[in-house]
Each structure stands twice: as structure tokens, then as C-alpha cells.
């Protein structure tokens, strides 16, 4: 089957650095993709890695393994504005992501 | 320059109606895209179209169809509605020849079924 799994939640601290991980499955692979979605917001765009390596982007940088199907969002320097859920997404096909269930990040003063 | 734009905001039908939801892309943007979010959950892929063709389709029944205009702008139709129909409702638009990239999404119409 085809599924991606990323924790539920994760609490930090501002300041304190956050990862997430994600794991996936699929038939095909186009790509690992990472949106934030405030409460009741629209998802916006935070990284793409179609190649293994990391990918850096300003305080947060993202990581794939193809090889293992695994990737993570590295969170740096929180910031109370980053409490938001955060996913992980996968393309199986061209045009199609498949997204994680979420992991809402709590960030506390 | 606006953003992905979503109408209407909020929705209220009752089971075996149908809803009408409406999107206009980024302008340049040729490809629009529909994912369904329950409540508390993640973003279920419903359609992809491109240049006013479907390209993609998500697992949802035919009652979940769309089209997209010649302004590229879409709507997407929901027919005989059933109470877990009830969910936030994304459009997303992309460059043309679509991508797996980078989305950029509306705010959602929040579809309750009653």
C-alpha cells in the first residue's frame, strides 16, 4: 500500500530546534515536499527534495534518503510563529502529492 | 499580485444536495489542483487539471468531478452529498505542465453537509 508516516506532535521550546521525520511508501516517487498550515489557514510551500542531500532555506532545512524512504524538516531558532502543523508530502505520479497526516508543532516561550 | 482565490468561504448543504465550489489560479498559473482535508487530517489528492483537461485523479467516486475554464480558473462539483463529505476543501494552482514541486494553495471553502 501506499502510506506516509510523520508524528503527531512535537513540543519544543523558542529558541530549541525541532525535527520532524517522515517515512513513506509508495508506488512511484516524484519527489519529498514540506508545507506549514497555520489553524484554519492555507498550506504554504517550505521545501522540495527531489535528489538525496539536505536542502537549506533560512531557518529550516530539509533531508531526503531515497534509499530509505525516509526524509526529515529540520527547524532551527524557533519562533512562537512557527506553532503550526507541518507535512510531509509525496508525488507517486506527476501532478498528484500524497500528503502525511500532520505534525502539529507546539512551540512554548 | 493575488493569490489562490476561493469561493465561497464557508458552505452549508444538506445530505443529497450538491455544492458548487469555485478557484481562480495565480494569474500565469495554467494548472489548478483539489484536495480534501477532514478535520484534523491530511490533504486527500482529488483532481489535477491542466490547460482544461483532467490529467490526475484521486481515489473518490465520480460524484466528485470538476472542469476548468478557459481563463483557467475551476470549479469543483460534488454531487448526491454525504455527511463525510463535511471537510475544508483546498484549491491549489502551479505553472503549467503541472509539478510536484512547490503549490501554492487558497484559503479553502469549508463544505459542511447537514
Known amino acids: 500500500g501506499q502510506s506516509l508516516e510523520q508524528p503527531s506532535e512535537v513540543t519544543a521550546v523558542e529558541g530549541a530546534i525541532v525535527q520532524i521525520n517522515c517515512t513513506y511508501q509508495t508506488s512511484g516517487f516524484y519527489g519529498l515536499s514540506w508545507y506549514q498550515q497555520h489553524d484554519g489557514g492555507a498550506p504554504t510551500f517550505l521545501s522540495y527534495n527531489a535528489l538525496d542531500g539536505l536542502e537549506e532555506t533560512g531557518r529550516f532545512s530539509s533531508f531526503l534518503s531515497r534509499s530509505d524512504s525516509y526524509g526529515y524538516l529540520l527547524l532551527q531558532e524557533l519562533q512562537m510563529k512557527d506553532s503550526a502543523s507541518y507535512f510531509c508530502a509525496v508525488g507517486p505520479s506527476w501532478g498528484k502529492l500524497q500528503f502525511g497526516a500532520g505534525t502539529q508543532v507546539v512551540v512554548t516561550p | 499580485e493575488a493569490g489562490v482565490t476561493q469561493s465561497p468561504t464557508h458552505l452549508i448543504k444538506t445530505r443529497g444536495q450538491q455544492a458548487t465550489l469555485r478557484c481562480s489560479p495565480i494569474s500565469g498559473h495554467t494548472s489548478v489542483y483539489w484536495y480534501q482535508q477532514a478535520l484534523g487530517l491530511g490533504l486527500q489528492f482529488l483532481l489535477w487539471y491542466d490547460e482544461g483537461e483532467e490529467r490526475n485523479r484521486g481515489n473518490f467516486p465520480p460524484r466528485f468531478s470538476g472542469r476548468q475554464f478557459p481563463n483557467y480558473s475551476s470549479e469543483l462539483n460534488v454531487n448526491a452529498l454525504e455527511l463525510e463529505d463535511s471537510a475544508l476543501y483546498l484549491c491549489?494552482?502551479?505553472?503549467?505542465?503541472?509539478?510536484?514541486?512547490?503549490?501554492?494553495f487558497g484559503s479553502g471553502t469549508q463544505l459542511s453537509v447537514l
Open positions: 491549489a494552482s502551479s505553472l503549467g505542465g503541472g509539478t510536484n514541486e512547490k503549490l501554492f
